[in-house]
């Protein structure tokens, strides 16, 4: 029987709570999350969370407010450099501040308790759940098409697969972190072997004189007139489609020398997506013309029905093998978001605890999974993306500024890497352009996506911040926790002290090393 475990002090971390051994790990060693997540691995994460559908299906949201084919393509090279500098900055805080929860983390360590926990609060509420609910719509839309060729499949149908879906690839999660990561590698290896396909056609077709579109004479010929404020909102599109650079910094704790295979991942990832995206607009012009592009609602689907012929049924086929690998790296960084959530005090004590045998974040992923199924039910999964996209935008600039005000605070903190200060300061300059604009054109928009993260806020007050709760409160919770403590086989995991490795202070290091786990 799993003892049950005093709930911890709201606000407190649940590296203080006693550590309860398992029985096959080693002798006096607790249960931990294990370091499985390899290079490899860690570029599957961030390659497999970037590209999803959307390269396939819809890349004419840059292409319409760009309004020249050669507009659009400088907005995705420059995207791509941006997404690259704050991957960068991320970097960098990922290595100083070496705890699970991406800027989460960041932001609670730099900007206190209510910040990181307005983060946590759109993220747990909407973020995830719609944006993963999404996904798996999609990749069953694109699964039951063929068996509707005349017709919409039904919707309850289209639900039903997404929620199996759902189903399996969270049960893959809860069963093995390598599990996990082995569906992200080959979904993400499989999608850009679909997309190197669309490349070489691409390449083909220009070998063969199919380029009118890449003249500089015709690339930048408007089908509309240039405007500042499409030309913004194209490069805030094109900032969209390279969401989820950062999720790598959700599970830092579980990679494989995260000082050296954080920055390596990160360096090797974004110019690949970036190359890809490029490309791949690329060669969707060599086959069709912006107009034709602009009107179709699968761009890949169009171009293989226009190049490949027989063989055309290979880009839906793509399209769901993509955002199936979306979903299963989007259930496998957001638990983690969750689980770092619980052990800092600001979620439920049961959601930071993992399996004693496997060392998989259960409650994390389950509790992701009923959000999910959740959003499945509602519908205004779109509009409610519309609301907080602003939001999650806004984080990032946050925690960019973040690593400047570190840097003022601390300036004395060991970084493995330290970047010059150059780069997060042009990354917020842009963040700051298309902040204001966002503001500017979609205030309502903006408003009620502030409004959504606000009501985090008495939440907060009422249930972190507050601590001298009743009584009859704490052992409720306490055993709820313990019964579904039993349930799932969890405890709490064993957190090492001073992960940092300061070579300034490697003999106090080996010190902490030595002692024992503190208890609350």
């Not at 499985?36 to 490899?40: P, R, S, T």
């Given at each position: 029987m799993v003892p049950p475990v005093p709930a911890p002090s709201p606000g407190s971390s649940h590296s203080d709570t006693p550590v309860l051994q398992s029985k096959d790990a080693g002798e006096g060693s607790g249960v931990a999350l294990k370091k499985?997540?390899?290079?490899?691995s860690a570029c599957g994460i961030i390659v497999g969370n970037i590209i999803g559908s959307g390269i396939f299906v819809s890349p004419k949201g840059v292409l319409e407010n760009a309004s020249s084919v050669g507009m659009a393509i400088i907005v995705w090279v420059t995207t791509g450099i941006i997404t690259a500098i704050g991957a960068l900055c991320y970097a960098e805080l990922g290595v100083t501040i070496p705890k699970s929860g991406g800027d989460y983390s960041y932001v609670k360590d730099i900007f206190g308790g209510l910040a990181g926990f307005l983060r946590l609060w759109i993220a747990v509420l909407v973020i995830y759940p719609t944006n993963q609910a999404v996904i798996a719509l999609t990749f069953s839309n694109y699964i039951l098409q063929p068996f509707f060729p005349s017709c919409f499949p039904p919707e309850g149908g289209l639900r039903l697969l997404a929620a199996g879906c759902l189903l399996l690839l969270t049960w893959v999660n809860c069963y093995s972190v390598r599990w996990a990561t082995c569906v992200q590698d080959i979904f993400t290896a499989g999608k850009l072997l679909a997309l190197g396909l669309i490349i070489i056609m691409g390449?083909?077709?220009?070998?063969?004189?199919?380029?009118?579109?890449?003249?500089?004479?015709?690339?930048?010929?408007?089908?509309?007139?240039?405007d500042v404020g499409?030309?913004?909102?194209?490069?805030?599109?094109?900032?969209f489609a390279y969401g989820g650079w950062n999720f790598l910094n959700y599970v830092t704790e579980e990679l494989v020398d995260p000082y050296r295979n954080l920055p390596c991942a990160i360096f090797i990832s974004i110019p690949v997506v970036t190359f890809v995206y490029v490309f791949a607009n690329v060669a969707y012009v060599t086959a069709m013309s912006p107009q034709e592009l602009?009107?179709?609602?699968?761009?890949?689907?169009?171009?293989?029905?226009?190049?490949l012929g027989v063989m055309s049924w290979i880009m839906p086929i793509s399209v769901a093998l993509s955002t199936f690998g979306g979903v299963n790296g989007s259930l496998f960084t957001s638990s983690r978001l969750f689980f770092a959530g619980a052990r800092e005090g600001q979620l439920p004590c049961l959601l930071a605890m993992i399996h004693i045998t496997r060392c998989t974040p259960i409650p994390a992923l389950v509790f992701t999974l009923i959000s999910?199924?959740?959003?499945?039910?509602?519908?205004?999964?779109?509009?409610?993306?519309?609301?907080?996209?602003?939001i999650n935008y806004l984080f990032y600039g946050v925690t960019v500024a973040g690593q400047i005000v570190l840097r003022i605070k601390q300036p004395d903190i060991y970084r493995p890497i330290k970047v010059s200060l150059l780069w997060p300061v042009i990354y917020l300059l842009f963040w700051a352009f298309l902040l204001v604009f966002s503001l500017y054109s979609e205030p309502v928009v903006c408003g009620i996506g502030l409004a959504i993260m606000m009501t985090g806020v008495p939440v907060y007050f009422l249930g972190v911040y507050w601590e001298n709760k009743p009584q009859c409160f704490h052992i409720i919770i306490g055993k709820m926790t313990h019964l579904c403590q039993k349930l799932c086989l969890v405890v709490y995991p064993d957190m090492v002290k001073n992960p940092v490795p300061n070579p300034q202070k490697k003999d106090q290091n080996k010190e902490d090393d030595k002692s024992p786990q503190m208890n609350a």
């Open positions: 499985q997540i390899g290079l490899v390449v083909v077709q220009i070998c063969k004189g199919h380029y009118y579109w890449l003249e500089p004479a015709h690339a930048f010929e408007t089908f509309r007139d240039y499409l030309i913004a909102l194209s490069f805030l599109q094109g900032s602009l009107a179709s609602n699968a761009v890949a689907v169009t171009f293989g029905e226009k190049l999910t199924l959740l959003m499945l039910c509602t519908s205004d999964i779109y509009t409610l993306i519309n609301y907080v996209g602003f």
